[in-house]
């Protein structure tokens, strides 16, 4: 197995690259001074890439890797990754479903506390020394309130089913609406906006999904509502939404995602009526390894032609 | 009986209307003002030049009822200045600024908080529980401060899923708590002053033991001199070092000096305090450390809950003053 030339786009696992360089011939790009250089070099013998939620195989890399066979994604999302490319050139594609599920759908709630109950601005105010002056002022009640989620799937179920617990009353808005839920659905997500308090964004990201939270919809969830966004940055029109905040349009945001990460647009630093979390939606110690582990069992189940744990393609 | 230059009496017509003793505004006072109470007339001691017990021996002795905030210790030499006391509606989910003992001997009945506040509390709970564990107040410091990039991996938190969760008093606030938590996998085990039949979490009848078999203790009970400092170094040595506390109950549940002695030496994982022993002085360490979450005592500051507090006090009142049931009658002190 030590021939097999296993290409990682960028460090994201210390014990994932640490088992990769064990059982491959391992080459990490962020090592290269060169990269297009890097890859021509080695180009005939990596034959796995290894990516996540910030690099991906694009056309670019497929083409430029003739022996390539399966790309294997540490994460769920897969948008960095040209899938029709790699169905094309009968390019495996492997992802982490449901294994992050449960630390997707904590953090989004967590988000929702904080940001509605100021958790993260009441911290500062302690540190601060401020707390000796005098009270926090009053924060609006989490419990009750209602939930809209973009996308019903894995993730969403587990952030409706948390959110009830809080008696929050839950609808959604999804490509099509599910038969089997007894959760309200709205038919446009500018309608989900105007009927719920709190937005969650939940879906995939693809070409249609882009931008899915606009102006329109923003302006409809409204100076008392709250947008979470757990997807993608590209999900959310990123500068609408600085300006939504900053003119009060808006009433809050949780935001996991950016659509440049890790870039975050300054504007939103002096706003206390967010919090900004550098991607770590799946970021536990636990999870982390059993996502390794999903990597290295597919690259392991291909290599030795049994049938892949979490195909995509 | 009332007087025309009495604090609070302005017409005629208020004679009539029942007597509340107020000592100092309570918070939904000073935030809603006072025309919830208007079928009441109240005895505002503050306003008064007078000292205190001067204030009482002239215009309360006949008073029946008290409407007193939490911070205002209602102690036995107060109580011997209202004789005719048999009623004390207190706006804090805690009891311990009453001398519980001594309303029970004179016979005062206590109309509690209730479970205004209990979901607006649990929220607090949950929340600070995720921030620790997530790290999501490190990481939004972290992220505001410029320090994200995408080589420098931000650390690593803990899953929720599956963790055990001591619960250290299962009333209104400890059940609201543990069916949030179920929620998101989390296992429930509690401690209580008395087993509870209906609740099907597994019981253990003393803190240490629980504590052994946690991840995480949430301290949800009242502050009394059987639960001063019980959670002490040893409690805190039997959560371990991968343990979290969370305390959204009184600050000298907990031995303070010993929770920072047990995070500076890293025998515990972090901490999510929204009380302290010494308010609103918070521990000089803590102030530094990015594995705890600091609360400036605010759980149930939300306008929701005081709105909801002030329909409870009135009801309280309501009901006393017509002969019937109180609804927050405190029972078993």
Known sequence: MESIGVLMLIPMNTYLEQELQKRYNLFKLWTAPQKPQFIKEHANSIRAVVGNAGAGADAELIEALPRLEIVSSFSVGVDKIDLAKCREKGIRVTNTPDVLTEDVADLAIGLMLAVLRRLCESDRYVRSGKWKKGDYKLTTKFSGKTVGIIGLGRIGMAVAKRAEAFNCPICYYSRTEKSDTKYKYYPSVVELASNCQILVVACPLTEETQHIVNREVMNALGPKGVLINIGRGPHVDEPELVSALVEGRLGGAGLDVYEHEPEVPEELFGLENVVLLPHVGSGTVETRKVMADLVLGNLEAHFLNKPLLTPLV | ?333
């Open chain 2, 1 to 333: 009986m009332a007087t025309p230059n009495h604090p609070g009496n302005h017409d005629h017509q208020s004679k009539e209307l029942p007597q509340v003793l107020v000592l100092e505004p309570p918070p939904i006072m000073k935030l809603h003002g006072d025309r919830f109470l208007n079928d009441f007339q109240l005895l505002k001691a503050w306003e008064s030049p007078l000292p205190l017990d001067q204030f009482l021996s002239i215009h309360a002795q006949s008073v029946k009822a008290l409407l007193t905030p939490g911070r205002y210790p209602l102690t036995r030499n107060i109580l011997q200045l209202l004789p005719s006391l048999q009623l004390v509606v207190t706006t804090s989910a805690g009891l311990n600024h009453i001398d519980l003992p001594e309303f029970q001997r004179r016979g005062i009945a206590i109309a509690s908080a209730g479970d205004v506040y209990s979901e607006d509390v649990a929220d607090m709970a949950v929340g600070l529980l995720i921030d620790v564990l997530r790290k999501i107040s490190a990481a939004d410091r972290y992220v505001r401060k410029g320090l994200w990039d995408t080589k420098a991996e931000f650390p690593l938190g803990s899953k929720l899923c599956s963790k055990r969760v001591g619960i250290v008093g299962l009333g209104s606030i400890g059940q609201e708590v543990a069916k949030r938590l179920q929620a998101f996998g989390c296992r429930i085990i509690y401690t209580s002053r008395n087993k509870k039949p209906s609740v099907s979490y597994p019981y253990y009848s003393n803190v240490l033991e629980l504590a052994a078999d946690s991840d995480v203790l949430i301290i949800c009970c009242g502050l009394t001199e059987q639960t001063r400092h019980m959670i002490n170094k040893y409690v805190m040595l039997a959560l371990g070092k991968e343990g979290v506390v969370i305390n959204i109950g009184r600050g000298a549940i907990i031995d303070e000096k010993e929770l920072v002695q047990c995070l500076v030496q890293r025998e515990l994982a972090g901490a999510g305090l929204d009380v302290f022993e010494n308010e609103p002085h918070v521990p000089r360490e803590l102030l530094t450390m990015d594995n705890v979450v600091l609360s400036p005592h605010r759980a149930v500051r939300t306008p929701e809950s005081l709105t909801a507090m002030c329909e409870h006090v009135k009801g309280n009142l309501e009901a006393f003053f017509s002969n019937k049931p109180l609804l927050s009658p405190v029972m078993n002190i």
